[in-house]
């Protein structure tokens, strides 16, 4: 008996050992692999969290956001004026220019825009801080009074870059500007680039600590007329006769960037910047006794501006910003006015400034300009689903060095406006804006009266005008 239970027992051991081996060399048998899910992401980029999801086998946070704007403007009409030559010889006198007027029976007196904005972030955390690629898409519509610029649809870039361990590349916000234009469409005089036409950058921001930060920008330049100077419409210029030209000047090639310097500050308490631009300066008279003659020169420009929170205040703030410049009209902010028209009077009513970076004289002399402006503002919740805000400019410019038939006026201007912002519910605001500007041009020397029909007696250099905007806006 002892016998045969030893044997089973030795047998029932061998069977099991035999099966283990044999299961060791038979395929494993695993569950169903688990689904991998999109999920959401959060990294702060300067001290704003970017809010997104990651993508399936990638490290980087994506968001997609963006806005539809729908817009209804109108304003006044007066007629605009434009300054035509009669006598192109600097050498005789009497009328070597008077001034057409422009009728209002073919202008819009409102208009319609349409804006749809697709933005997208990538995000990315490395050993040096976020790495960041911000892009904007946008779409215009418009037609008619003060529109944006675009009689059908387009597309193109707002902005596009790069930011990463202080470095900031591609198409940006100019470092130059403390604040870039109103809270509305329309500007106040502050050299804008930030809330569009932005230059492309390279540049690298060193913060210090304590809220410190200096700035050294390489941007792309931007001027008027070509930047030498702008002609035709209701602008000041040689328009409206077989000498149209004469006096006028091209771009030539550029040899320097606009090289900008800044230092900031942010606190508790608001924030505050001064910063300064070099801005080349080329160019040749293409008409006229002068023509040939080439210009090559630098210019300059300071900004600065202070805004304070209002501790006691939620959300309201004020600011307090100005600029001068030479040879670089962009600059100084006047070109920015209104609606960034490059310093036409409001709605073309009556004559613009003389806007340029510099201008031919017939002769091949040059003269150049200098401006400034001062601008004030303020900001501050009425509830919690209605904000006002005021806002007000002014501005000088004035020319040197040109000659009796260069036709460049000085010129005054000051504009004033206010904001009402309706947010009922969250990603919908309406928004309200009203504008006026005023604006004196001195007459130039060379200017001569005509009482030929379409032409004034006398130089009206005074215009003035007002506008209204009402947006409605979807953010997502």
């Known amino acids: 008996m002892t016998l045969i239970k030893s044997l089973l027992l030795g047998s029932a ?29 959060s990294i702060t980029v300067a001290g704003v969290p970017v809010v997104g999801f990651v993508l399936p086998g990638s490290d980087t946070c994506f968001r997609i956001s963006g806005y539809v704007s729908a817009q209804m403007e109108a304003g006044n009409l007066k007629p605009g004026n434009a300054v035509a030559y009669t006598n192109i010889n600097p050498a005789i006198g009497g009328n070597v220019s008077n001034q057409a007027i422009t009728s209002t029976y073919g202008r819009d007196s409102f208009g319609y825009s349409t804006r749809f904005n697709l933005t997208l972030d990538a995000v990315s955390n490395t050993a040096y801080g ?50 870039g234009g109103g809270f509305g469409y329309a500007n106040f005089f502050s050299p804008d680039r930030q809330g569009f036409n932005q230059p492309d950058l390279v540049a690298y921001t060193a913060s210090f600590g304590g809220g410190f930060a200096a700035t050294i920008s390489i941007e792309s330049a931007e001027g008027v007329g070509g930047p030498l100077f702008a002609s035709g419409g209701s602008t000041q210029g040689p328009a409206g006769s077989t000498a149209e030209f004469v006096g006028s000047a091209t771009q030539a090639g550029a040899r320097i960037p606009d090289i900008v310097g800044a230092l900031s500050y942010t606190g508790g308490w608001g924030r505050a910047q001064v910063s300064g631009l070099y801005h080349d300066v080329r160019g040749q008279s293409i008409n006229g006794a002068g023509a040939g003659t080439r210009l ?86 009425v509830s919690s689903t209605v904000t006002f805000s005021l806002e007000g400019s002014y501005g000088e410019l004035k020319w040197t060095g040109q000659q009796f038939a260069s036709l460049l006026s000085n010129s005054k201007s000051f504009l004033v406006g206010g904001v009402i912002n309706y947010d009922p519910v969250k990603n919908l605001d309406f928004q309200l804006e009203l504008f006026y500007q005023n604006t004196k041009t001195d007459q130039p020397t060379g200017y001569g009266a005509s009482a030929a029909p379409g032409f004034t007696s006398a130089w009206q250099g005074r215009s003035d005008g007002f506008a209204g905007r009402l947006f409605v806006t979807r953010s997502f």
């Open 13 to 41: 051991a061998g069977l099991v050992a035999v099966s283990a081996a044999q299961a060791a060399d038979l395929p494993t048998r695993k569950g169903p692999v688990a689904a991998e899910y999109v999920r959401v992401c």
């Open 130 to 179: 976020p790495l960041v690629a911000h892009g904007e898409y946008q779409f215009d519509h418009s037609v008619g009074f003060d529109n944006l610029g675009v009689p059908g649809s387009d597309g193109g870039i707002n902005r596009a870059y790069v930011t990463w361990a202080g470095l900031t590349a591609g198409k940006a916000n100019s470092f130059f500007a403390f604040t």
């Open 296 to 381: 090559s020169k630098g210019g300059y420009a300071i900004d600065a501006g202070v805004e304070f929170n209002i501790p006691s205040y939620k959300g309201a703030k004020i600011g307090v910003t100005g600029a001068y410049s030479q040879n670089d009209i962009v600059a100084s902010g006047i070109p920015d006015g209104v609606w960034g028209d490059g310093g036409q009077a409001i709605n073309g009513n009556g004559q613009g400034m003389a806007l340029g970076d510099a201008f031919a004289n017939p002769n091949g002399t040059w003269a150049t300009p200098k401006a400034f402006t001062i601008t004030a503002y303020a900001t501050a919740p």
